[in-house]
């Protein structure tokens, strides 16, 4: 049989409260299905995670060079140091690049389909993932400004990206 994710969406075709396969868990037992988080945080992310919580962007940094990690990183790649802070990003970044989403691989994503992922550059080396909120199909392009955005799921928070206001910068 086949075991890979392919197979799973194919053998779990349930609408209402689900486990995904292995990686997600529900953070609700109502119907409607609900934003799927991991089920546990990697070390390397508790602080990035409990930033976001706090409304904050927090992004490794080195101690000794001063490089910022992203991904989060055990040892610096610049100097090989294990010594790091945690600064906070930007509140604003550009597009630098965009996916338009038209199927959705989970229940709460296809309730908003299409919808856009897009890769914010905060212009000092990181780049982050997230979804843009609330975006029309023509609100969107490469080196766009957007505003760092979370939104709650469960006792957590993701990053989202927002169209920024331009006359606000
Ligand atoms: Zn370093």
Request: aromatic content about 12%; glycine content about 8%; overall charge negative.
């Amino acid at each position: 049989m086949h075991k890979g994710v392919a197979g799973d969406q194919r053998e779990s075709n349930v609408v209402g409260p689900f486990s995904w396969p292995g990686r997600y868990v529900v953070m609700s037992n109502q119907a409607e299905p609900t934003r799927p988080f991991p089920k546990s945080i990697d070390p390397l992310y508790v602080k990035h995670y409990e930033g976001l919580k706090r409304g904050e962007v927090l992004v490794p940094c080195c101690r000794d060079c001063k490089a910022l990690q992203w991904p989060p990183r055990v040892m610096c790649d610049e100097c090989h140091s294990i010594d790091f802070d945690q600064v906070a990003m930007p509140t604003r970044a550009r597009v630098f690049s965009y996916v338009t989403v038209n199927r959705a691989f989970h229940p709460w994503f296809a309730a908003r389909a299409p919808y856009f992922t897009v890769l914010g550059d905060f212009g000092n080396g990181v780049r982050m993932l997230g979804l843009l909120r609330d975006a029309s199909a023509d609100g969107v392009g490469c080196d766009q400004e957007v505003e760092v955005g979370f939104d709650s799921v469960g006792e957590f928070a993701v990053l989202e990206w927002r169209l920024a206001d331009e006359t606000a910068a």
